[in-house]
């Protein structure tokens, strides 16, 4: 059974950091790319950061790119998004994704979706 479980989400002041993580089980972890999305009440469900776990390329969002860091612990089928100097417009629902071998900008192109992990960021 596929799974990708997102933890790490919370509140948060304006300017902090937070450290989400995304857990798969049940595909081979190194033929994904595990992409990072939100949604926010309203709001289309938009793309912020990808990578690549064949070899470890990276995309962001250009409203993230300065501020969220995307890694992976390949070991551990573990993928992590480092948000730092957050501010209230990153508030959403965050979702972990995972799409056969490569980043897609599209949620369409990814195949298995984790549950959200709900951000919110205090002015």
């Known amino acids: 059974e596929v799974q990708l479980v997102e933890s790490g989400g919370g509140l948060v002041q304006a300017g902090g950091s937070l450290r989400l993580s995304c857990a798969a089980s049940?595909?081979?972890?190194?033929?994904?790319?595990i992409g990072w999305f939100r949604q926010a009440p309203g709001k289309e469900r938009e793309g912020v950061s990808c990578?690549?776990?064949?070899?470890?390329?990276?995309y962001s969002a250009d409203s993230v790119k300065d501020r969220f860091t995307i890694s992976s612990d390949n070991a551990k089928n573990t993928v992590f998004l480092q948000m730092n100097s957050l501010k209230p417009e990153d508030t959403a629902v965050y979702y972990c994704?995972?799409?056969?071998?490569?980043?897609?900008?599209?949620?369409?192109?990814?195949?298995?979706w984790g549950q959200g992990t709900q951000v919110t960021v205090s002015s």
């Open positions: 994704a995972a799409a056969q071998r490569d980043c897609y900008y599209a949620a369409v192109g990814y195949d298995y």
């Open positions: 049940g595909f081979t972890f190194d033929d994904y790319a």
């Open positions: 990578i690549r776990s064949s070899d470890g390329s990276t």
